[in-house]
C-alpha cells in the first residue's frame, strides 16, 4: 500500500497535538476523507461519460477511477497544472 510521510518541525507538532488528540489520526483521517471526495468525483465524471458515450462502466468503484485515468477522462492535478502552464506560455507566446 502506498504511504506518504510528512516530516514536521517540532513546532509544528505541538501545535497539532494542541488541536487533535492524536495528530496521527488527525493526518490519517484528513487525508482518507479528502482521498474519497476526489474519487466520489471522479466516479461521477466517469459515470457522467460512460452514460454519454453509451459505454459499459465498470462494477467497481476503484474500477471506475482506474478505468477514469486510463480513458483520459480525468487527469491528476500536476497533469492539468503542466497543461495549463504550457497553454499559457503558448497564448504570451502567440502574443509576443
Known sequence: MPSITVEL???????LEYAAVSPQDWADNALTNRARIAND???QTAMNYYLDNEIQAPTTREAIVADAFERGIVKTAAVR???AEAEQAA???AQA
Not at 10 to 15: A, N, R, S
Open 91 to 93: 497564448m504570451l507566446e
Open 81 to 83: 497544472q503542466a497543461e
Open 9 to 15: 518541525t517540532e513546532t509544528q507538532l505541538k501545535g
Open 41 to 43: 468525483e471522479i466516479v
